[in-house]
């Protein structure tokens, strides 16, 4: 009769294997997130957090991307899940309806974004009748406005190249364009092609915000995932204080450039730190929505918009407790 | 613990179910690895070919588009599942990459790609080469691509580069594991459940009513009648719980009855002992009465005989007495003396008549058990019954065999000596009347036993009236000649004795046999 506790044991174990089985299979694991970025030095701790082993590959999988139009065009036809876009695409992708979440402020561009001109312009008047190359994304647009807000120059006094940054370096090369609206690392592969910046981001302080965005229903459903990935993101940041070196030659590799460039892209950017994004992106009034506001004003005026886009519907403030 | 049958049922359920299971899953799961094995094959063929076409177009002009061969090969790659997208020259160094950091590093350094078999590819006219790594999660392909590339002297030529990919199946495989493994579980959880409802429903429906129908038995078999199944249901169940109940029911009405039989049992036995106390009582007076009785009609019978017996020696003593009154001086003193011997003899003669008498009508039952010579026995009932038989002409044999004069037996002497007496006054009485008158006493005797034998002249016994013969009150006389006890009497003495009185129906003439044995202490 000793059959009976077996059988009572056998059953009970066969229980746990079906439970264990159903819960199992209920944790099924998701696709890497699929994270878009193009080259720009603010970008770069993605790729380095990637290559450290910080970010895991089964989690997160980077697309690296040649230029930024196609980042945010995949983003947008949700070829991604996140992409590190500007603010001012963030703009115009929330005016299309394009629901999403910022996740940080990875850069605020100080210098980095800038208008290089061949050497024989001495001033901005100076681009007067000229053909100007811009880098066929929102920002483009916004800085030749800038630019010639500063110069007092019409539009109708330039000639417009819209094109991917990849393409601007031939373009200048090739003798047709005379002024080139770009950003690094394009920047500083023209500077050693004899092209002057001219102007540059710096001189307008907090309006170049480069963000980390996500898909709201990515969002909603992966916030672990996304709350990993900003958490890495300040890892990076402070491994690139810590290993100056090491980092210096993982970027400047990956961009095309030599080591000795490094210092000189990170001196056009401005890189938030955990304290900074907080403010930016979380509390009762998040930093990011005056500039936002600004950047949506001008924008209108500029004619890239036609209503004013509030960007606090895309900050969820929560978000900041958990990095 | 015991084995429960109703656990067997949904407990092999559950080995099927979860046999099946495995099985469906082993099965699913290997049907799905192959149509996914055969899909990304075919999409990585079709994505590769297409993306060699496009790089075709732009790195065989003269002048090398790059940057749009790059963001066509990182479009290509915008898939989770591409692990490696990348273009050598032909000399292995990486010209654009899915990873930036990787080009312009010689294509050996990057991990999986292996130049023997890019070389396969540039010096053959193979199309593709694509296969799956060992543990066939990975596809890993190879395709020639035509660059054009200055060379050291700055002319452009056309040189076979190698279009590397590596496309992880991994993530369907797990996928489609985990699929597979989520139905199976699914439909053994299913089929588990089921089980567990059978089980359940096996235990409410028969388990747990045979339990309460055994725990009934059990009480009934303690004698507990109070208990009741009482199981609900129209199913084989209900109907032997009714059963069970009434035959509860009935059994209880039975013990009532019988309790109350029992209770007045004691009351009936009792007064049937004392009845038949009584009748017994009744019974031992009515065989004394009549044991009395027999031997008295025997005694009455005999009386006729004694008085010849008696008076005969009488008439010689007074004839005797009469010669002594007359006797003168001429009668001698020795005729004298001879006439007073011959007086004396003939009363001697006369005392034992009458002793021979006192000893058989003072025999009873409760005679003990003595070692008695068969002469004697038989002398005393010839001494008391002889003279009967010569006055009515019968002649008398008396004849001994085996030597059986000097035989002794143990027995009540004076009751056996009235069955004698008994068979011989009976024998008297059957050939008194015929011509031919005899009886014959025979004695034989062995180590064992002893028979006394008496035979008359009559012709036998019908076998009607031999069947009769020994029952009590039973006889052919008339009544002033018997009483119809004497037979059945003497039966009773001979089984007394464990011995035994029947009647020889073999003979022609009627014959009793009283056999008895010779060492006896009676019964």
């Known amino acids: 009769m000793r059959i009976i506790p077996v059988l009572s044991s056998s059953v009970k174990l066969i229980s746990v294997i079906f439970i264990l089985l159903v819960s199992a299979c209920n944790d099924t694991p998701d696709e890497p997130l699929r994270v878009g970025a193009g080259p720009w030095p603010g970008y770069e701790p993605l790729y380095l957090a990637r290559d450290l082993g910080f970010l895991k590959e089964s989690k997160v999988n980077i697309f690296e991307l040649p230029s930024s139009d196609i980042t945010m065009e995949s983003f947008r036809n949700h070829s991604t899940d996140v992409a590190a876009i500007t603010l001012d695409e963030t703009i115009e992708l929330l005016s299309e309806g394009t629901k999403l979440r910022i996740l940080t402020v990875m850069d605020v561009s100080h210098g980095g974004d800038a208008v290089l001109v061949r050497p024989e312009i001495k001033k901005l008047s100076d681009i007067k009748g000229k053909k100007v190359s811009i880098v066929n994304i929102p920002l483009g647009l916004y800085m030749l406005n800038r630019l010639l807000d500063i110069a007092g120059v019409s539009r109708n006094d330039i000639e417009v190249f819209p094109m991917a940054e990849t393409k601007q370096e031939k373009f200048y090369k090739d003798g047709k364009a005379d002024v080139v609206i770009t950003f690094e690392p394009v920047k500083t592969r023209l500077k050693k092609l004899g092209a002057n910046v001219i102007f540059d981001s710096s001189m307008i302080p907090n309006e170049i915000f480069d963000l980390l965005v996500v898909h709201e229903d990515v969002y909603l459903s992966r916030k672990d995932d996304l709350c990993e990935i900003t958490a890495q993101w300040f890892k990076t940041l402070q491994y690139m204080k810590d290993n100056h070196a090491d980092a210096a030659k993982r970027v400047t590799h990956r961009l095309g450039l030599e080591i000795s460039d490094y210092d000189g892209l990170l001196d056009g950017i401005i890189q938030p730190d955990i304290f900074t994004n907080k403010k930016l992106l979380g509390g009762e009034k998040p930093g990011l929505i005056e500039p936002g506001e600004r950047l949506s004003k001008v924008m209108i005026k500029e004619k890239q918009l036609k209503v004013l886009v509030d960007v606090n519907e895309a900050i969820d403030t929560s978000f900041t407790s958990c990095y | ?523």
């Open chain 2, 1 to 523: 613990m015991r084995l429960r049958i109703v656990l067997i049922i949904p407990l092999v359920l559950v080995l099927l179910s979860t046999g099946f299971s495995l099985m469906f899953y082993f099965v699913t799961n290997g049907q799905a690895a192959n149509i996914i094995r055969n899909q990304d094959l075919l999409k990585v063929k079709l994505d590769i070919t297409r993306l060699q076409n496009i790089l075709y177009s732009l790195l065989t002009e003269d002048a090398t588009d790059l940057e749009t061969a790059r963001l066509n090969l990182s479009v290509t790659a915008m898939d989770n599942n591409i692990k490696k997208l990348l273009v050598t020259a032909e000399n292995d160094v990486v010209l654009i990459a899915n990873r930036y950091n990787w080009e312009n590093l010689s294509a050996n350094s990057i991990s999986g790609y292996k130049n023997i078999e890019a070389k396969k590819i540039k010096l053959s006219n193979h199309q593709e080469l694509i296969f799956a790594d060992e543990e066939e999660t990975l596809l890993i392909g190879y395709y020639p691509v035509v660059i054009k590339l200055e060379n050291v002297e700055g002319f452009p030529i056309k040189q076979r580069g190698v279009l590397y990919i590596e496309y992880s199946m991994e993530n369907k495989l797990l996928k489609a594991k985990r699929v597979a493994l989520n139905q199976s579980a699914t439909i053994g959880m299913v089929l588990f459940g089921v089980s567990f409802v059978i089980g359940l429903m096996l235990h409410m429906l028969v388990s747990r009513r045979l339990s309460k129908l055994t725990l009934v038995a059990k009480e009934i078999s303690k004698g507990n009648l109070e208990l009741k199944s009482n199981l609900r249901g129209n199913d084989e169940l209900g109907a032997l719980s009714s059963a069970f109940d009434e035959m509860i029911d009935r059994r209880k009405i039975a013990e009532k009855e019988l309790r109350h039989v029992n209770e007045n049992l004691e009351e009936i036995v009792e007064q049937r002992s004392d009845e038949l106390e009584e009748k017994k009582q009744e019974l031992l007076e009515t065989q004394a009465h009549a044991h009395h009785a027999s031997k008295m009609s025997a005694l009455g019978e005999m009386a006729g005989g004694m008085a010849h017996e008696i008076n005969s020696p009488l008439q010689a003593i007074t004839l005797l007495t009469y010669k002594l009154k007359k006797a003168n001086l001429s009668t001698s003193a020795e005729q004298r003396s001879e006439i007073a011997n011959r007086i004396d003899e003939t009363v001697y003669r006369i005392s034992n008549i009458i002793e021979s008498l006192r000893k058989m009508s003072r025999g009873s039952s409760s005679d003990p058990f003595e070692v008695a010579a068969l002469k004697d026995i038989v002398d005393n009932v010839i001494g008391i019954t002889k003279e009967r038989y010569f006055i009515k002409g019968i002649i008398l044999k008396i004849i001994y065999h085996d030597n059986s004069e000097t035989v002794e037996a143990e027995c009540q002497q004076t009751l056996i000596g009235q069955i004698i007496i008994n068979l011989l006054n009976n024998a008297y009485d059957a050939v008194k009347e015929l011509e031919e008158k005899w009886i014959k006493l025979e004695i034989f005797s062995d180590d064992e036993k002893v028979d006394f034998v008496v035979t008359d002249s009559g012709k036998g016994i019908s076998e009607e009236l031999r069947e009769k013969i020994f029952d009590p009150m039973f006889t052919t006389k008339s009544i002033d000649e018997g009483t119809g006890l004497g037979l059945s009497l003497s039966l009773e003495i001979a089984r007394k004795h464990n011995g035994s009185l029947t009647v020889d129906a073999s003979s022609i003439n009627t014959r009793f046999i009283l056999s008895i044995p010779r060492f006896n202490k009676g019964t």
